[in-house]
């Protein structure tokens, strides 16, 4: 099966600029996550989805961070004004439907450079 | 609140020795536990759970755990460790309510050396 697909691999932008990322979960796979992952630290979860409905944003900066999966497939994340401190590896995650013990499967991640 | 902790920030092992690292947690009832592993630019993969039943998991490339309840434990351990396992390992703990979310470990760096 076709894994998770994220793009871009790598964003460098200046402060107070916009970026979005995008995520394609696996075929079938009903909840998606959005995890930042700061250098030398485990992931940490910004946003889940079940289907097209938010499941927990709990941790989103909802001031500048969004998220959307309008057709519960593909995801976008967007982060509008970055800062200095958003700079990190941005995380796409899918599993099965309802299973609390359903390992995730990542995507290889955005590296977010903010200068 | 749910939390897992990884105490050794590196570990150092020869090709060929067993290695272990380590991974406690605290959760509300009953757990599901998890070791995902990341190599370099890549996402994390899953490498084994456990859920419930036997204490020893199996998982991928010839790792297993240890789920120890009285000592909220799971230590992640491989008898015989390759150079190709040196990579970043992270435990992530998930209660078993619907409302419970993942939490992962802040990650160990293992080294394996030739």
């Known amino acids: 099966e076709a894994g998770v697909a994220q793009s871009p691999r790598y964003k460098i932008i200046e402060k107070r600029q916009s970026v979005a990322f995008w995520c394609n979960p696996i075929?079938?796979?009903?909840?998606l996550y959005w995890y930042q992952q700061i250098l030398g630290q485990g992931p940490k979860l910004l946003i889940q989805f079940q289907n097209n409905g938010v499941v927990d944003d709990s941790q989103l900066p909802k001031d500048r961070f969004s998220a959307e999966r309008l057709k519960g497939v593909d995801s976008t994340l967007k982060i509008q004004p970055a800062k200095l401190e958003d700079s990190a590896v941005y995380l796409c995650?899918?599993?099965?439907?309802?299973?609390?013990?359903?390992?995730?499967?990542f995507g290889n991640g955005t590296r977010l450079t903010v200068t | 609140a749910q939390s897992v902790a990884q105490p050794e920030d590196q570990v150092n092992v020869a090709e060929g020795n067993p290695l272990t690292v380590k991974c406690t947690y605290s959760?509300?009832?009953?757990?599901?536990l998890f070791w995902y592993v990341q190599y370099p630019n890549r996402g994390l993969q899953f490498l084994l759970k456990?859920?419930?039943?036997?204490?020893l998991v199996k998982g991928s490339y010839g790792f297993e755990a240890e789920f120890n309840k009285s000592q909220t434990s799971f230590h992640l351990k491989k008898p015989s460790a390759l150079v190709s396992d040196s990579a970043l390992y992270f435990c992530?703990?998930?209660?078993?309510?619907?409302?419970?979310?993942?939490?992962f470990g802040s990650g160990t760096r293992l080294s394996i050396r030739p």
């Open positions: 959760v509300s009832g009953n757990p599901y």
């Open positions: 456990y859920i419930t039943g036997d204490n």
């Open positions: 075929s079938g796979h009903a909840t």
């Open positions: 995650a899918s599993s099965a439907l309802g299973q609390n013990n359903s390992p995730l499967h």
């Open positions: 992530a703990v998930r209660g078993r309510s619907s409302a419970s979310k993942i939490i």
